[in-house]
């Protein structure tokens, strides 16, 4: 059998017979798994008071989770590369459902982020976190010259035009996600650090002044003092710190919280890793840090092995989006942070989330499998 023959069955066999990284694909698959089981115990108390099933919102979970799930399955055997060819069409879209959100979406808590489709909800802003990363991976791998590249500048305005109506909303925490992971990229991929503490120096004031809406300016006031006004807007901080406080090392079981039955507003959504915290006590809430470390790692792993430099800034842009709105979530929930309205990944209710997070996952694992394709391949050339 002559080289060019043996290359091109070992490709094939390799292709057939890669395997993503194992580890990210266990700890996601437990933070699903906590989730729903979170989500049955955070929610059964404010089903009761509806008179539904206690299950209401675990299930509608649940379908949130398969839908992630398949896309998962075929991102994960989807070519990343092929991904540039819809990473515009795929923005459009997304812009398309803001400007529907900002026309005829559903406010909720003096936020209008929703659209209601027949029985169903979805969030628009969530799918901007993979078409933000896939605009700027696919322009700042050749270059990150800001003002010397046409295709940086046409990137650029799709993503301006995304997170103008995601601030119209008003969703700053969204906002605030998809800057950092912006900014992530940039610098990943070589760009001047100069400019960006430069644009960083002239943002964060204009941002405190004329950026912030009263009641996001009052939180950062409640965050520095919660007691202040411990009914009014400390109330969810102050409760919050008590759901943690009860659980202690080892938490009071399972489903036995007691501050979700009336005390802690958004049980199920943005304040859940209270209830984890509750329920499962340090122990549980090590457990959730220490699986979305996992994902950090493991991402970060990928992005080094991979062999390109989309590849390396795709990795990089999702691990970071993913990781960073986890860890803002525990940081809210602890009271490190002002609050904001960002949920879990994985683990709070939001049906958009949950699948947008597993798709996201799927790229990562389709980088995987191509870093040990290329490994596999380099190693029976060397041999031959």
């Not at 839908?67 to 991904?83: E, M, P, V």
């Not at 009014?232 to 406080?245: D, K």
């Not at 958004?266 to 006590?281: C, M, N, Q």
Request: aromatic letters at 12%; one cysteine or more; hydrophobic letters at 50%.
């Amino acid at each position: 059998m002559s080289y060019q023959n043996e290359k091109i069955n070992n490709e094939e066999f390799n292709s057939q017979n890669m395997q993503s990284d194992r580890p990210l694909l266990i700890a996601v698959i437990f933070l699903v798994v906590i989730g729903l089981m979170s989500i049955f115990s955070a929610s059964a108390p404010k089903c009761a008071e509806m008179g539904v099933n206690p299950a209401r919102f675990m299930i509608q979970q649940l379908f949130g989770v398969i839908a992630g799930l398949i896309g998962l399955k075929f991102l994960s055997n989807f070519h990343y590369k092929k991904l540039m060819a819809f990473t515009l069409p795929f923005a459009l879209v997304v812009i398309i459902l803001l400007i529907i959100v900002k026309v005829a979406g559903v406010t909720v808590n003096g936020a209008q982020r929703w659209i209601n489709i027949g029985p169903l909800s979805m969030q628009p802003s969530e799918f901007a976190k993979p078409a933000v990363v896939l605009l700027l991976s696919g322009v700042f791998y050749r270059n990150t010259n800001l003002f010397d590249n046409n295709k940086i500048v046409l990137a650029f305005i799709p993503i301006l035009i995304m997170m103008g109506l995601i601030y119209m909303q008003p969703n700053l925490s969204m906002l605030l996600l998809l800057l950092a992971t912006s900014v992530v990229i940039y610098i990943c991929a070589g760009g001047s650090v100069k400019l960006f503490l430069t644009a960083t120096v002239c943002f964060i004031p204009l941002m405190l002044l004329k950026g912030m809406k009263g009641y996001q300016s009052s939180r950062i006031i409640t965050w520095l003092n919660p007691d202040a006004d411990p009914l009014g807007a400390g109330y969810n901080v102050i409760q919050s710190l008590v759901a943690f406080a009860s659980g202690g090392l080892y938490g009071v079981g399972y489903g036995s919280a007691k501050q979700k039955l009336a005390w802690l507003p958004e049980a199920h959504t943005d304040f859940i890793y209270a209830v984890i915290g509750e329920e499962h006590g340090f122990i549980g809430c090590l457990l959730i840090i220490c699986l979305f470390w996992t994902i950090l790692q493991r991402g970060f792993i990928i992005a080094t092995k991979c062999q390109d430099m989309y590849g390396k800034l795709l990795a990089l842009g999702l691990t970071f989006s993913i990781c960073f709105q986890g860890f803002l979530n525990m940081w809210v929930a602890s009271s490190f942070v002002p609050a904001t309205g960002v949920p879990m990944p994985f683990i709070s209710y939001g049906g958009s989330s949950v699948m947008v997070s597993l798709c996201m996952v799927g790229i990562l694992l389709n980088i995987s499998k191509d870093n040990v394709k290329k490994i596999r391949n380099y190693t029976n050339v060397k041999r031959i």
